[in-house]
């Protein structure tokens, strides 16, 4: 059987955008003579379209959208995720569909409700798991956690049922998967690790046809692949962006490769350029616009914003104060000349000027933090400005160990429609830097080697008020990512003062973080819908 794998990039709630996408590739697998093509879980709509799955009217229209393709559909047999209304509610569905019919529906047994995952407010579980006959063979049809029921595994879920055994004990042939399954960092290597495993213990060959795609703060990587029933890779998609394959299931004896794939640092490069890209053209904009500070947050952000949109799209601007070095607004410059971007300069001191007038008895600065903070929010409201009058969007730059420490300005270098290195800890952000300079030095040596600094009053540096990167990134993930006790992580060798301080202003600063833009997901654990912490809360360990 010919098996096309057609991995798109649905844009979430555009089902006219959806529909024609799934047509041009259900047409592209008819001219290779398909037997048969799968889309992604939730195709029609995108994944995850959150509550407007609660909308009748955006359910009337899933349906007349459904109908359209299913007229559409000749002797290449299609598989696409769809949400279904049926006995009991909404369901989270894969429809077969066969010369002009829909032949055959599975909904999706079992439901994620952790991480980002709430798919249990939308849909109903399916009670029943049967192989769908197509052309004389058993398919296995499930739908992404369907086949995540491992305690060993990233979500450690144990489910009581287990809709793979169940299909291959019914004699499932090939199991077939459709999934949305945002990307992090690792991520790839721990799904294709287990696909492998379960095909191997399972003796069955398996399709599984991921989204791919930027949809608000989750990327989603794609990296589709075919395993045979020896465990083995036969095929894989490319990541971060729409892939089509043919794969014939008589011929899935030997794997083609041999790796299951570590991700290095370029993967994350290219994740955030994707939800760049997408996060922008998604909400209706080509365009947008950096601070350039001359340090190392800044240059990574406009590096990845030329990279995402094109070096015409993106504007830096360079807005110095009386603190800014000379250094500074050099290495601004020299960034914005290297990467091709357009440049700006606008100084910020007659702005500042005015507030200490406006302020202070004296009418001169008296270096206080409502000082330190209003140079950020003059560059704020300028940026704005900018973005109101000119149509770019503002990125901010703030980095992962930034947002938990609170070290940002709110309404200041805070203020923007995405944050891009949000979930990227600092010393990964130098290693972007690095992977940025592969070829050749786009971001200036000196910003990278330069101690970092928000240049807010004379001589400031980061590691006056934060522990060195490197020690705080540790304590980071092992308090945000990994969620352990205090007491686990002071065993990991790390002073108990300095981990109960670091704790403490990761949580008095979640106020911060629940007004700060989206931030794209590149970790097991961001902030934001997947890490859900309350604001005005009193506990602390002591
Ligand atoms: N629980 C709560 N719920 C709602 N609002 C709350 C709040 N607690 C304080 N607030 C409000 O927030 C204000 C304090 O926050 P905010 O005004 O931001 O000020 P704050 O956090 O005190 O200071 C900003 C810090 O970030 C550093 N910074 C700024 C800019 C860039 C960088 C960098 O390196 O990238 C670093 C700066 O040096 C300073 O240490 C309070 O005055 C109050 O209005
Ligand atoms: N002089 C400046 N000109 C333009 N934008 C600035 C300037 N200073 C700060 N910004 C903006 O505010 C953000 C926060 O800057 P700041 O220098 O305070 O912190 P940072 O975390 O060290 O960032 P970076 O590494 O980019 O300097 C910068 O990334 C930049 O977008
Ligand atoms: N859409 C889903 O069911 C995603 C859950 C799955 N465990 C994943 O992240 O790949």
């Avoid at 052309?135 to 489910?159: F, H, S």
């Avoid at 721990?190 to 095909?199: I, N, Q, S, V, W």
Wanted: glycine share 8%; net charge negative; charged share 25%.
């Amino acid at each position: 059987m010919l098996i096309a794998l057609a991995q798109i990039n649905p844009v979430v709630g555009d089902l006219e955008y959806n529909t024609g996408k799934i047509l041009e590739y259900i047409n592209k697998a008819g001219a290779a003579r398909s037997d048969l093509v799968v889309f992604p879980e939730l195709a029609i709509t995108g994944y995850p379209a959150q509550d407007l799955l609660l909308n009748k009217q955006f359910l009337d229209a899933v349906e007349i959208k459904l109908q359209d393709i299913c007229r559409a559909v000749g002797d290449t047999g299609v598989i696409l995720g769809v949400p279904m209304r049926g006995n009991k509610g909404l369901y989270n569905a894969a429809a077969l569909m066969y010369q002009g019919k829909l032949r055959d529906v599975q909904y999706k047994s079992l439901l994620p409700v952790y991480d980002v995952f709430d798919e249990k407010r939308y849909f109903e579980p399916a009670e029943v798991r049967k192989c769908i006959v197509f052309k004389g063979r058993r398919l296995g049809v499930t739908i992404c956690e369907d086949i995540w029921n491992d305690k060993d595994c990233w979500n450690r879920q144990r489910y009581a049922i287990d809709p793979l055994e169940e299909l291959v004990h019914q004699g499932a042939e090939i199991i077939i998967n459709l999934s949305a399954s945002p990307y992090h960092y690792g991520k790839y290597a721990l799904r294709t690790g287990m696909l492998g495993k379960l095909a191997a213990k399972y003796q069955v060959n398996m399709v599984y046809v991921n989204q791919v795609g930027g949809n608000d703060h989750l990327i989603f990587d794609g990296s589709s692949v075919v395993v045979n029933k020896a465990g083995s890779l036969c095929q894989r998609l490319n990541k971060f962006t729409e892939d089509f394959a043919l794969i014939n299931t008589g011929e899935l004896s030997k794997g083609e490769f041999n790796e299951t794939g570590q991700e290095d640092i370029g993967w994350i490069y290219e994740a955030l350029l994707l939800g760049t890209r997408d996060y922008l053209f998604k909400n209706g904009f080509g365009r947008a616009l950096v601070g350039l500070s001359g340090g190392i947050d800044s240059s990574v952000t406009a590096a990845i914003a030329a990279a995402a949109l094109g070096t015409d799209n993106v504007v830096g601007v360079s807005m110095p104060s009386r603190y800014s070095s000379e250094g500074s607004k050099d290495d601004a410059y020299l960034l914005a000349e290297n990467l091709g971007i357009k440049y700006r300069q606008l100084h910020i001191d007659n702005i500042f000027k005015a507030y200490t007038e406006l302020f202070n008895p004296e009418g001169r600065p008296i270096m206080d933090l409502a000082e330190e903070n209003i140079q950020a929010r003059i560059r704020g409201n300028i940026l704005m400005f900018i973005s109101n009058r000119e149509g770019q969007m503002v990125l901010t730059t703030g980095n992962k160990s930034e947002m938990a420490m609170g070290y940002s300005t709110i309404y200041g270098d805070m203020a923007g429609g995405l944050s891009v290195l949000a979930d990227v800890p600092k010393v990964m952000v130098y290693r972007l830097a690095e992977y940025i300079n592969r070829e050749k030095e786009v971001i200036p040596r000196n910003v990278i080697s330069k101690p970092p600094s928000a240049e807010l009053r004379p001589d400031q540096k980061d590691e006056d008020s934060l522990p060195p990167y490197e020690v705080l990134d540790q304590i980071l993930k092992a308090y945000i990512e990994d969620i352990k006790p205090i007491d686990e992580i002071v065993a990991m060798g790390f002073n108990r003062g300095l981990v109960l301080d670091i704790t403490r202003r990761v949580d008095t600063a979640e106020y911060k973080r629940q007004q700060a833009p989206p931030g794209l997901r590149v970790t097991s654990r961001a902030f934001g819908p997947g890490r859900r912490m309350p604001v005005a809360q009193h506990w602390h360990i002591k």
